[in-house]
């Protein structure tokens, strides 16, 4: 991991007439986020939603994400959105090691959360999106959902979810454009942070990034961002990752 400092954007690229927006802003990265929006002044207000906020979001009830954009909306034009959301293990199920582990309900779980309920997000927000300025939608994607760059097989189902979400983006981008020149919708590899999503599959000597960091770097990519780029894939450092 590079040395170089990473600081907060101003996000002077942005108008100063909208609120920022973070879905799953309780976990670790989310709350990072959110914090550094809550930060800048150029926001009128930045607003965390997650399973405990007020309203409340769970990814697999499209009414209560409809409300969460809803009640953003209602404050100020929607600037920028960030679905820092995703599923990889809990107490009931892990990444799969072979085909060997391959589970139908797990799978539909996979894709549930990681494809299906950041498409309803999409689905309630990019109509509303600012059709004038700049406005971004970011989804927080993985680099194991790139196809052309799976060298190691392994993780079925948050791959293959992973690599749903993005063909959602992909495909929400170009709807996006025909009525919204100036919006964005992208998805992000964050790379690996020390966050309790990573911790059990962290290897000796990998590089890791704390939460602060990586909501710095994330955030310094949606600030470089422009309309040609909507649709892309990108990698914390502004890399385009191979589909």
Known sequence: MSATLVTTPSFDSFPDDGVAIVFGAGGGIGSALLARLEAS???VRAIG?????????????????????GHAAAMAPIRLAID????????????????????????????????????????????ILPRTGKAVFATLSARVGSIAD??????????????ALNQLVRTASVELARTHRDAICVALHPG???????????????????????????LQVVETLGPGQSGGFFDHRSETVPW
């Open 41 to 43: 002044p150029r926001f």
């Open 150 to 163: 799976n060298r190691l097989g392994g993780w079925y189902g948050y791959r293959a979810s992973k690599a």
């Open 84 to 127: 820092a959301t995703g599923f990889l293990h809990d107490t009931h199920q892990g990444p799969e090691k072979s085909w060997r582990d391959l589970d139908g309900d797990r799978l539909a779980r996979c894709f549930a959360l990681n494809a299906i309920g950041p498409a309803l997000i999409m689905k309630h927000l990019l109509p």
């Open 49 to 69: 939603f997650g399973r405990h906020t007020e309203p409340a979001i769970d990814l697999l009830d499209e009414t209560g994400l409809q409300q969460a954009v």
């Open 192 to 218: 690996t942070v020390d966050t309790p999503l990573s911790a059990p599959f962290a290897k000796a000597g990998l590089a890791t990034q704390p939460p602060g960091e990586a909501a710095d770097r994330l």
